[in-house]
């Protein structure tokens, strides 16, 4: 991407604002649901309370159309850990989540987060955004199969 799109795509992303809380729930369950159809529908709708109370207290970053001012993605971080990234169904594949990535590598020096290693779409991405496998584990709540990946500028990455 060339300095000028880049520049076009961060004026995009912004903080999550208050108004923007339930359109940023609806990506982040019709994408957990989709993505991981491995675990049941009801566990991401019985946890879509709690997980709305969270992001609205926690640092989230949202990626809004430019024809429409319409939010098509969000980042959650904390710290150096990304607490999840998801991209609207119909704008997946187009550069945003890359886009939203890159963002925040351009605000921390190392970034860390979970996947669910049956999530290969997921997992190649990452992968190809030069995040490496650190560890694996399994998710206690869904006893899932989770890798833990691990992104370091230093790395020269």
Known sequence: M???????VCRMIRKMKKKDLDKVMEIWLDTN????NFIPKSYWENNAQSVREMIS???VYVYESDADGEIQAFAGVSGSHIAGLFVDGAA???GI??????????KRPALGLCVYEKNERA??????????AASE????????KE???????????
């Not at 190649?124 to 955004?129: A, L, N, P």
């Not at 584990?137 to 899932?144: F, L, Q």
């Open 33 to 36: 649901i989709k993505a991981h």
């Open 2 to 8: 060339t300095g000028t799109r880049m520049d076009e």
């Open 137 to 144: 584990g399994i998710d206690k709540d869904t006893g899932e």
């Open 97 to 106: 989540g890359k886009a939203l990535l890159n963002y925040l590598k351009d």
């Open 57 to 59: 207290e926690a640092e």
């Open 147 to 157: 890798i833990i990946m691990t992104w370091d500028a230093r790395s020269g990455a």
């Open 92 to 94: 997946q594949s187009g």
């Open 123 to 132: 997992v190649r991405f990452y992968k190809r955004e030069k995040f490496q």
